[in-house]
């Protein structure tokens, strides 16, 4: 008798899968404490004693047949030694995010499309395979950029125009006497001789064309070699593995750029320096505008509320969200800011600057999700947006923005503006209508989103 196919994942002991919708993160946290367990080689006896519980209820929460939050998830988080986000959230949006694009890069003639829905799964269950294919799509996207800009380059590089366009034309008169010597055999000799100095001059002329243009692509090679990932994306590592908080510059200002740089992996090449600085700059003027001393007290005293912040910023409200997003992080004993995120627009709605949140995905190339306030900042320049955002996997996000210029202004000039958003993990329970949002729209679930480019 042939068992129905249903039956087959009952044998292999997976869990069926139906097709119903999608469950939300928050039900797969015992899978999580799971897998976290099993990879650390912790007994569930050994983790309920831990926590003061008992192995069979551990036993429910690890099957998803309880609900835990709060202390208990705040408990077990420590013992495995993880955040509780790690925990209740799963896979960090930026992970996420990478297995879905890698998913809607793929041919459709490779075979069957991959399970979309169960990326949760796939990263609470096999980490470091999906760490993997994240860090392989970052990769090829990194690539991508770089031939994207090499071609850009190859189209409006005037040196190399011209080099080019010299090379056809010395190309070309050459075909042209070459074409008479050959066209015409009863020449004179004298005109014959007068063609093959021609000849000669113009084969020397494209020879020195040649070389010069080769120099030209040498000379950048010699400065240092060119890495994989785009000069953005090296800056933004270097950021993040200091947190966003680099206590050197608090302290010393500028000065402390140079070591910072000469710690830093990847500064070697000029583009990637330069970017480094400009940003480290940056920052360290807003640390000496609104200096460590003055922001983080008055943040803990009113509980991290930008807007109870705005007079310290003298008028500046962009700088008072950048200096919330480079406090130094909370830690699992309660100490810290909260976590934050940032986004930074030109006024064309390029992002050139973030940093990344749990659960709030911000793109890593081009633009973010149009119904962000950080855009609609850009129309309404110096006057702060505050608004409450739901992301398609359900987490809700406090943000606010303003849209400021950033170079001096003048009469009959242009202002160079940017916009600057801060975001928040919302409190439980936070009331109010949220804007429907996503990470953008070449990865945003959301369909039938008016905005949807």
């Known amino acids: ?11 292999t002991g997976r869990p069926m ?49 309880r609900r835990i939050g709060g202390k208990l998830l705040v408990s077990i ?15 960090d949006a930026s992970l996420k995010d990478a297995l879905q694009s890698s998913a809607a890069a793929l041919p459709t003639s490779f075979g069957p499309a991959p399970e979309t829905d169960r990326i949760d799964e796939l990263a609470g269950r096999f980490p470091g395979w999906a760490g993997l294919i994240a860090a392989q799509q970052r990769r090829n996207a990194g690539l991508e950029a770089l031939v994207e800009g090499l ?19 010395t190309v070309a008169a050459i075909r042209s006497t070459a074409d008479i010597l050959v066209r015409e055999p009863d020449i004179d000799p004298a005109w014959r001789t007068r063609f093959h100095r021609n000849l000669h001059e113009e084969a020397e002329r494209l020879s020195l064309r040649a070389t010069a243009l080769l120099g030209h692509f040498e000379a950048e090679e010699e400065t240092g070699p060119r890495a994989a990932s785009t000069p953005i994306e090296t800056v933004e590592a270097m950021f993040e593995a200091a947190d966003h908080h680099f206590p050197r510059i608090e302290t010393m200002g500028v000065a402390a750029i140079p ?17 480094a600085e400009r940003w480290l700059r940056a920052y360290a003027a807003d640390a000496a505008r609104l200096p460590l001393a003055v922001i983080q007290p ?16 003298q008028g500046d409200v962009a700088l008072v969200l950048r200096r919330l997003a480079t406090l130094p992080r909370q830690t699992m004993t309660g100490e810290g800011a909260p976590p934050f995120g940032l986004a930074v627009c030109d006024a064309a709605g390029a992002l050139i600057f973030r940093r990344r949140l749990t659960a709030f995905s911000i793109p890593r190339f081009g633009a973010g999700c149009p119904l962000w306030p950080l855009y609609r900042a850009l129309s309404r320049p ?28 003048g009469f009959g000039a242009v202002p160079v503006m940017q916009a600057v958003m801060l975001v928040a993990p919302a409190p439980p329970g ?17 369909r039938d989103c008016p905005a949807r480019r």
């Open 1 to 11: 008798m042939d068992f129905p196919v249903k039956r087959a994942p009952a044998r």
């Open 17 to 65: 899968v139906q097709a119903s919708p999608t469950p939300r993160r928050a039900q797969l946290t015992g899978s999580r404490i799971r897998e976290r367990r099993l990879v650390m080689g912790l007994k569930q006896a050994d983790l309920a004693r831990q926590v003061a519980i008992s192995p069979s209820y551990l036993n429910l929460i690890e099957h998803n047949r």
């Open 77 to 91: 988080a420590r013992a495995l030694a993880v955040e509780p986000a790690h925990l209740s959230e799963g896979a």
């Open 151 to 169: 071609r850009d380059r190859l189209g409006h590089d005037p040196v190399l125009a011209d080099a080019m366009h010299e090379v056809l034309s």
């Open 259 to 275: 070591a910072v740089l000469g710690r830093a992996a990847g500064m070697d090449d000029p583009a990637t320096r330069a970017l």
């Open 298 to 313: 008055a943040a803990e005293a009113s509980g991290h509320d930008p807007a109870a912040l705005l007079h310290l910023g």
């Open 382 to 409: 110096g006057q702060p947006e505050a608004a409450l955002i739901e992301m398609p996997q359900g987490a809700r996000f406090r943000a606010w923005a303003v849209s400021q210029p950033v170079a001096p202004a």
């Open 430 to 446: 936070t009331a109010g209508d949220a804007i429907a949002a996503g990470p953008g729209c070449h990865l945003c679930p959301r």
